[in-house]
Structure formats: structure tokens, C-alpha cells
């Protein structure tokens, strides 16, 4: 059997490179983080530019939403044009917002009903999506699994089917900031309080597993010695965020992890989109070499401490994670590389 030549890509050829039609399946997961998960396009556009496609995906909160956008067939390009487009206006932005959230809320009772929260998730999505993105699980061009919490239930929920948006809006319903999500008479809000990088949900879909990491941690300031009031709020979710990962990464991890590199940006600094997109290329850089490695069924090294943890976190290195590389991938490149030698 001939041995087919590999397809060049180049990068920004676009609006999304073909795929490569062989080599190992990836299941890709996209972790929540609030704004500084808009490093997530920056990902995806090292897909694009090497013409991959994930078999798989799964998001939670602003991973879902970056997430949906692309299942639905937009370019990592088109979503980054897209979200320039969108906060470039952020004025109207909230007044759209705040106007979007007034009209929720009975007419008669507006002035004095106690709200639930500043802003509606699904009036956000409606501004922020263009058209093409679906509204239905069945319309997707990736399946993709959404993470949200059962607010009563304390316990996780994944959405597969029925409606993208409202699986979307529950995902990223972040509370005292977004209204909670009611589906089938349940509610739902942010899906990083029980899982912010559900990598696990992709694991068995596939044959690599890469879980794009884009928590945060709190960074001093220089003139005060302690944190304010809304400093800690914030930053509470940055330690169970990075709680739940350490503690998942002790059991079972990603072949593959990479770190956005914004870690230090805050939980909604939407505004400083174009910072935290320009912080995420070197990650982008290396997310790339090793998908390369996979493609080419390169050896890759061996972490032999499969248990190990995310070491704790100092504020002068903030992107310190370990990455993680399992000795289950090496033995499928082992085989793939196998296979190929022996088509030959």
C-alpha cells in the first residue's frame, strides 16, 4: 500500500483548514475561567492552522460558549472576528445587557421585585452569537458536551442533546452575576463549580485527550497587603476552580494539558480581550508542537508519577502547572507508528 504524502497547511489559510483525514481521534476539552477563557479561541485557531478537527468536545461555562460556537462550524478566525466585533461596542454592549435583563422581569413589579441576578446569560448569547451558530445539539458539526451545576441537587449535569442555548446559558450562569437557568423545572448555574476542565467527558470518544486549562489564581498588589471585599469574592473561585483540577488530575488525567497563560487576568475582564489573546500564543505555540508530535506519532516523554498534583500555585508564577503527558498515548503512537510500517 502507497503511503499517502501529508497535506500542508498554511497557517491562515482559512475560514477552517480541511482536516486531516488521518492519524489519532482527539477529544478536546475547554475549561471554564470566566474572561480569561476567551484564550480559548487562540487555541482553537492552532487547530485550524495544522487542518485538525476534534472528534469530541466538552465545555464548561466560557469554554461552553467558545465551545458551541465552533461544534456549530465557525473558524477559530470567524470567533475571534466575531468577539473584536462584539467588545469593541462595550458600551452599547450593556446597555443592551441591562435593557435585555428589564425586559425579564414583570412589568407592573420592575422597580421593587428583588432580582436574582445583574444579567440574563440567554439575553448575553442572543447578543454576542451570530445566526449561524445552532440552537440545537442535533445541528452540530462536533458532538459536544456542555457542564452545568443542578443548583438543588449539588451535583453536575451534562448536556448532550435538546437545546445548545439553554445548555450554554446554565453552563456559564455564574451566580450573583447571571440568573440561574431553569431546564424541566430544574435550575442550573455555572458548571465550574463542580467541574471547570471536564477533560473526563471526552476521554472514552477518543483516542488523545487535550483539556485546555484557563483557571486563575489571585495576584497580589503591590501597595496593600491584603486583598479587598471583592477580591476574595472573585478570587474564592479561583481556589475550588483549581481544587477541583488538582484533585481530578490525582485519579485520571489528560494526555495532553496546556496552560492559557492567563491566569492572571480577572474573572470578568472581558474588556481586556486583545491582552488576554495575545498572552495565550506562547501556549498556543506549544499546544502546537505536540499536536504535531501526536500527528507525526512521535515518542513523547513519560510522566512516571501518574498521580501527581498540581503543585501549589506562588503569585510571582502564576502559570506554574505541570503538564501532563500519559504513557497511554505513547503506547497508541507506538502502535499507530506500527500500523503505518506495516501498511507500507
Request: avoid cysteine; charged fraction near 25%; hydrophobic fraction near 45%.
Amino acid at each position: 500500500m502507497n503511503k499517502t504524502a501529508p497535506s500542508t497547511v498554511v497557517a491562515g489559510t482559512s475560514p477552517r483548514s480541511p482536516a486531516r483525514t488521518s492519524g489519532p481521534s482527539i477529544g478536546l476539552a475547554l475549561g471554564g475561567g470566566g474572561a480569561r477563557g476567551l484564550a480559548h479561541v487562540v487555541m482553537l485557531e492552532a487547530f485550524d492552522e495544522l487542518g485538525l478537527r476534534p472528534k469530541v468536545m466538552a465545555g464548561t461555562s466560557i469554554g461552553a460558549v467558545i465551545g458551541a460556537a465552533y461544534a456549530s462550524g465557525m473558524s477559530a478566525r470567524e470567533i475571534r472576528a466575531q468577539m473584536q466585533e462584539v467588545l469593541s461596542t462595550r458600551f452599547e454592549l450593556a446597555r443592551d445587557l441591562f435593557a435585555a435583563r428589564a425586559r425579564t422581569l414583570p412589568r407592573v413589579s420592575r422597580i421593587f421585585a428583588p432580582l436574582n441576578a445583574l444579567l440574563s446569560p440567554e439575553a448575553l448569547l442572543d447578543l454576542i452569537y451570530p445566526a449561524r451558530v445552532a440552537r440545537d445539539f442535533a445541528h452540530l458539526d462536533i458532538p459536544l458536551k456542555i457542564v452545568a451545576t443542578d443548583f438543588y441537587a449539588l451535583d453536575a449535569r451534562v448536556f448532550e442533546t435538546g437545546s445548545l442555548r439553554k445548555a450554554v446559558a446554565a453552563s456559564m450562569a455564574l451566580p450573583a452575576i447571571f440568573e440561574p437557568i431553569l431546564v424541566d423545572n430544574r435550575a442550573y448555574v455555572d458548571g465550574g463549580l463542580v467541574n471547570p476542565l471536564p477533560y473526563e467527558l471526552v476521554r472514552d470518544d477518543a483516542d488523545v485527550t487535550i483539556a485546555i486549562d484557563v483557571s486563575g489564581v489571585p495576584v497580589p498588589v503591590p501597595d496593600r497587603a491584603h486583598p479587598t471585599a471583592t477580591e476574595s469574592l472573585f478570587a474564592a473561585s479561583f481556589i475550588f476552580e483549581r481544587t477541583i483540577i488538582r484533585e481530578k488530575l490525582k485519579t485520571q488525567q489528560p494526555d495532553i494539558l496546556i496552560q492559557a497563560g492567563t491566569s492572571h487576568f480577572q474573572l470578568l475582564d472581558i474588556w481586556k480581550l486583545d491582552e488576554i489573546l495575545n498572552a495565550a500564543v506562547p501556549a498556543k505555540e506549544e499546544l502546537k508542537v505536540k499536536l504535531d508530535r501526536i500527528l507525526g506519532a512521535e515518542t513523547l516523554p513519560v510522566v512516571t508519577d501518574t498521580t501527581a498534583a498540581l503543585p501549589a500555585v506562588r503569585s510571582e508564577t502564576p502559570h506554574a502547572l505541570v503538564q501532563v503527558e500519559r504513557p497511554r498515548l505513547l503506547r497508541r503512537l507506538k502502535s499507530l507508528k506500527r500500523t503505518r510500517n506495516k501498511d507500507l
